[in-house]
Structure formats: structure tokens, C-alpha cells
């Protein structure tokens, strides 16, 4: 099973201030996603990147994929209270293609934003 | 209803109860999902249905007994648990074809489970 390891654990910071969050693995990366889970919901599918050096962007927040497709990051400019919230990577697994396979999850980033 | 609905939210039982948490997804899904996310350990998968069938079953004590009647519908029935079975049950579903090639997956809210 692949480990996926997210960092920071905790991130508190005001609003309108930029930040990064990255996910690390020691494998690589068929594809990754990012998913943000708000407290009392399930996680939402943020974005899915697939090639390496790939970046995609959703309004102020951009992804990033590594080269070697073993680590990712998440950058939100100027961020809001409402991009509080849990950040998550996932991943299927190396080289598995799709399928009905269940995702492994890092733990996590805790983003608080305050206002 | 849209998306995918959990019931009950919130589930308080005894170590001695039988319950289950029932899952249905409204998107035409053909695959679902049961993971487990408590404080300390990331997201868990605990079974997978592949068109009605149990494709994956991630290691998970007999306590659990997942039921997929049909691939809209989805039950975790939960009997003689323990304390540290306490977490938040989450279902998710997907497509699983050639258009959705990467497992994009669509949570439901969880259902809230503490076990005393």
C-alpha cells in the first residue's frame, strides 16, 4: 500500500496570506487527487492531476504535480475563510489504471483561515 | 435527493447492539465504497462494490458486515463493536468505465458513529 505523506499537519493563517501544502510519497504516482473535507461533510473532489510537472488551477488555488509524479502541492493565494477546511491527497496506487479500486488517503491538512 | 445520502447522521450504540448505516447514491454510479476516518489514522478503505459484487474487503474485523442489494444501494450492518470502532463512516461512489479513468469518487456526509 502506498503511503502518502501530507504536510503541515495544522496551518492557521489570516486571511488575504498565500500558503502551500504538499503531499509526499516514496512511490510514484499513477494519478493524484485533491480532495477538501468541510466539518460535518465528506470529501469533495477538488482536482484529479495525471502527467508530471502537470499544474492545474481553480480559481486561486493551484495544484502541482512533480516531475517524477511522487509528491504534489496545493498553493491557494490570498486565502479566505472560507477555504477552511481539511485538504486531502489520494491516490489508487502505482501504474493501476482505473477500476473500481479504493483510494488510499494521506491524513491530511487542517487549514483554518482567519478572518 | 442528489449526490450520495447517509443515514443516520449520528449513531450512538452499545458495545452489545446491532445496527446498520445505510448509503444510497443518486448519480447512476456503478461502484461504492466504505471508508473509516477517525482522529488519528488517515482515511481507511474498508470494502468495495463493483457492480453489486465485493470486489475488495480491506482487512476488516467480522464485526462489519457490508450489503449491497443493488449498485444504487449500500448498508454497513454493525454488531458487537468496540469502543475504538468510533469514528465517522463515510460511503463514496464512482463510475467505473472508461470515462471516469482516474476513480474520481463522490463522498456522502458520514455517519457519526460512537460506540460506549
Known amino acids: 500500500t502506498q503511503l502518502l505523506e501530507q504536510s503541515p499537519q495544522f496551518l492557521s493563517i489570516q486571511e488575504g496570506e498565500n500558503l502551500t501544502v504538499y503531499c509526499n510519497s516514496s512511490s510514484v504516482f499513477s494519478s493524484l487527487q485533491w480532495y477538501r473535507q468541510e466539518p460535518g461533510e465528506g470529501p469533495v473532489l477538488l482536482v484529479t492531476?495525471?502527467?508530471?510537472?502537470e499544474v492545474k488551477k481553480l480559481k486561486r488555488l493551484t495544484f502541482q504535480f512533480g516531475d517524477a509524479r511522487k509528491d504534489s502541492s496545493l498553493h491557494i493565494t490570498a486565502a479566505q475563510p472560507g477555504d477552511t477546511g481539511l485538504y486531502l491527497c489520494a491516490s489508487q496506487g502505482t501504474d493501476s489504471g482505473g477500476g473500481a479500486d479504493g483510494l488510499t488517503f494521506g491524513k491530511g491538512t487542517h487549514l483554518i483561515i482567519q478572518p | 435527493e442528489t449526490g450520495v445520502t447517509q443515514t443516520p447522521r449520528h449513531l450512538v450504540m452499545g458495545m452489545t447492539n446491532k445496527k446498520s448505516l445505510k448509503c444510497e447514491q443518486h448519480l447512476g454510479h456503478n461502484a461504492m465504497y466504505w471508508y473509516k476516518q477517525s482522529a488519528k489514522k488517515p482515511l481507511e478503505l474498508m470494502f468495495v462494490?463493483?457492480?453489486?459484487?465485493?470486489?475488495e474487503n480491506n482487512s476488516v474485523p467480522s464485526r462489519f458486515s457490508p450489503e449491497c442489494p443493488n449498485s444504487s444501494h449500500l448498508f454497513l450492518h454493525l454488531h458487537t463493536l468496540q469502543p475504538e470502532d468510533s469514528a465517522l463512516y463515510l460511503c463514496?461512489?464512482?463510475?467505473?468505465?472508461?470515462?471516469?479513468?482516474?476513480?474520481?469518487?463522490?463522498f456522502g456526509p458520514g455517519t457519526r458513529l460512537t460506540v460506549l
Open positions: 462494490y463493483n457492480f453489486k459484487e465485493q470486489t
Open positions: 492531476v495525471v502527467t508530471g510537472g
Open positions: 463514496a461512489s464512482s463510475q467505473d468505465d472508461d470515462s471516469n479513468s482516474y476513480n474520481e469518487q463522490f
